[in-house]
């Protein structure tokens, strides 16, 4: 798909009102919704996301382009949803019961509906149930947050309950004390460890 | 509050010493001339549950007899512990009161037994925060917090301690825009109004049964900021900003009657020594275990007590992780207390390494720095609210993260430097001089899902 390139910079510098402009400004030339969103939006997303692995660029301004981004999603969404576009894939996430803190889980979240999925964010201290309903209402990949060693524990008594379930629903893990052993050890399906790379967790899941 | 600090000479900010020491009813001193192990311990990576609870108190009691052990062994003058519950202990508050019961237990056999003066600060959590959006007045989570309060004395606490919230439903967000009113707003009007209400009724409750209530933290706010700034997620300049911003919230805790000494966490505490004289506690290399800093020396350089913030009860090589952060905090405190022994000059060389060996390199350890402290400590006290306290200490540690740059005092990469301008424009536009018109500014802004201004005495 062609990118448009001053829609591409306009989000990666975060200027919100620009990208309105240009989105509109292309939509009445007769550009094509899914191409503006596809070939543009989500690229410039998943840039500042790599420039953030590389230490170029610090949260606040991903934030930025995510507003940007925000704001050529209010214009595109109503037409992508007449047009019968689906989202690439619904994800839940949540911090585990016992546990308040959401900062990582808020900016994987971010990352993750920057990059094209629907994200239901259920929020802290969430416990099986919380999770049971988000799988209820079509979400395919739970992502399960904790920063205290007390309540990672949590995550496994989800895995198994999903397990035993019969459930064919793809969990993720992440979060300071979390890691790729203590995921495979509960039989979680993936293990990031920071927000672009939860990103890259939730599209080899939905493969 | 006095307009000028306790301590104005660089001569006499320093490690092990304060101008109003604490001494415990057992005789444990701090303040008056050495620094000692203050150290604290968790479960490992484990369920807390009514199922688990036996495993549990197995394990406090594994690491308390533990780290008295190997004190007694390596001569420690003077031990003290720090339980701070797990969210679970305060929830349930018979819980937590038991294994303080256990802790302290131990600590007056060992202290019987070997003369090892020892204490037991206490440290509930506060968990007014598990309401969303925080109900911080009233409601089941207040009533638990206040019965842990009442009842911590009973349970054989010498010391009452928390790390309290007010405020950080939004500072959270604040951080992660790197957005200087909002930290401020969150700060200097939320978490001192709270610390007013909460630390209120922690005193009277201290008062009442014969425990010395010590001190807060900053630690959801600014030590939030340095983890994001370690993790690259946000300017390490700009978390050395929320570290001074944070100083006048933590000494609210002060000015409510706790006497110190500070929570190990608040690195802020320094401000705290040096406007108020009280005995601080902190946590810098030895406390690796919990957590990476940039300010693993420097931080000793003005504490009373020397803390290893937490450790899980895992196996190593030499030991349990308890008994190895024992053995690693009383070999740092033996080390400033030979200094202190020999000479004045000495305790002020050691400290001045320990100074020069972090401040040069991160701005966060920069504005930890000793002669900083003092200069920004004396514009804080010119303030007649906590929140014009807020806003001078923000305008005074720019500026003096502003002239360090200059002068090279501290390395400021590259990528920061415009972080800086963007602060100063902030402070000049964005950062009112008083609390009404920053809530007038602030209050339309907040979503009242995350935050309700009414738990703050703030009228909508």
Redesign the interface.
């Known amino acids: 798909m062609a990118r448009n390139e001053e829609l591409f910079n306009a989000i990666i510098k975060g200027k919100r009102k620009d990208v309105a402009t240009i989105v509109q400004a292309a939509l009445d030339d007769g550009a094509n919704v899914e191409e503006i969103l596809m070939g543009s939006m989500i690229p410039a997303m998943r840039e500042i996301g790599d420039r953030f692995s590389r ?2 660029v ?3 301004e991903m ?1 930025i382009a995510a507003r940007a981004m925000q704001a050529g999603l209010d214009i595109v969404d109503p037409l992508l949803a007449t047009a019968g576009h689906k989202a690439l894939g619904k994800v839940a996430i949540g911090t585990v019961k ?1 546990d ?1 803190h ?2 990582g889980k ?2 994987v979240a971010m990352m993750v509906k920057g990059a094209g999925y629907e994200v239901m964010d259920l ?3 969430c416990d099986v149930a919380k999770y049971d309903e988000a799988v209820e209402n079509g979400a395919q990949v739970i992502m399960l947050s904790a920063l ?3 309540t ?3 995550m496994k008594e989800v895995v198994d309950h999903f397990k035993a379930k019969g459930s064919d629903v793809k969990i993720l893990i992440g979060g300071a ?1 979390v890691t790729q052993e203590y995921a495979d050890e509960i039989g979680a399906d993936g293990y990031s460890s ?1 927000a672009n790379q939860a990103v890259g967790s939730v599209e080899k899941v939905l493969v | 509050m006095s307009k000028t600090i306790e301590i104005s000479s660089l001569d006499t900010f320093i490690y092990g010493r304060s101008p109003k020491p604490v001494i415990t009813d057992r005789g444990l001193e701090i303040g008056t001339g050495i620094v000692f192990p203050e150290v604290n311990f968790t479960l490992p990576a484990m369920n807390c549950n009514a199922q688990t609870w036996p495993k549990v108190v197995a394990h406090y009691t594994e690491m308390i007899d533990d780290v008295i052990r190997r004190s007694i062994e390596l001569e420690v003058p003077q031990l003290q512990i720090e339980f701070e519950t797990l969210p679970d202990m305060t929830l349930n508050p018979a819980w937590g009161l038991e294994i303080n019961r256990l802790l302290a237990d131990k600590l007056i056999a060992a202290q019987e037994r070997t003369g090892m003066k020892t204490a037991l600060r206490f440290t509930p959590n506060d968990i007014r925060e598990f309401s969303r959006p925080p109900i911080m007045r009233s409601g089941i989570h207040w009533e638990n917090m206040l019965e842990v309060f009442d009842k911590a004395g009973e349970a054989g606490a010498d010391f009452l301690s928390i790390e309290s919230t007010g405020g950080k439903e939004l500072c959270d967000e604040a951080l992660m825009n790197a957005d200087l009113p909002g930290v401020v707003f969150a700060l200097g009007v939320l978490g001192c109004r709270d610390m007013e209400f909460l630390w209120k009724h922690m005193v009277e409750a201290c008062n009442r049964n014969g425990v010395i209530p010590a001190g807060d933290s900053a630690c959801g706010f600014a030590n939030t900021a340095m983890v994001l700034a370690d993790k690259q997620m946000i300017p390490r300049v700009f978390s050395a900003v929320v570290r001074v911003a944070s100083a006048p919230r933590t000494l609210v805790a002060v000015t409510q009657g706790a006497k110190g000494p500070c929570k190990d966490c608040a690195y802020e505490g320094v401000y705290v020594k040096a406007i108020t004289g009280t005995p601080i506690s902190l946590e810098g290399k030895s406390a690796a275990c919990a957590h990476l800093s940039p300010i693993g020396n420097i931080a000793s350089a003005l504490c009373d007590c020397w803390s290893n913030e937490s450790v899980q009860n895992v196996q190593l090589l030499s030991g349990k992780a308890p008994e190895v952060s024992a053995e690693q905090l009383a070999y740092d405190c033996r080390l400033m207390n030979v200094a202190a022994r020999r000479s004045p000059e000495d305790a002020l060389r050691l400290r001045d390494w320990l100074v020069e060996s972090d401040a040069p390199l991160d701005p966060q350890a920069y504005v930890l720095h000793p002669e900083v402290v003092l200069r920004i400590s004396e514009k804080i006290v010119q303030g007649e609210t906590p929140y014009e306290q807020t806003r001078i200490a923000v305008a005074a540690a720019i500026d003096e993260l502003r002239r360090g740059a200059d002068e090279k005092a501290y390395k400021l990469a590259e990528r920061e430097e415009s972080w800086l301008d963007m602060m100063e424009m902030a402070l000049e536009d964005d950062i009112p001089e008083t609390e009404e018109e920053m809530i007038a500014q602030q209050a339309p802004l907040v979503d009242s899902a995350k935050c309700d201004l009414r738990e703050y005495g703030i009228s909508v």
């Open positions: 230490n170029e610090y949260v606040p934030l016992g308040l959401d900062i808020n900016l929020g802290v201290d205290l060693t007390t990672m524990p949590y004390p920071d």
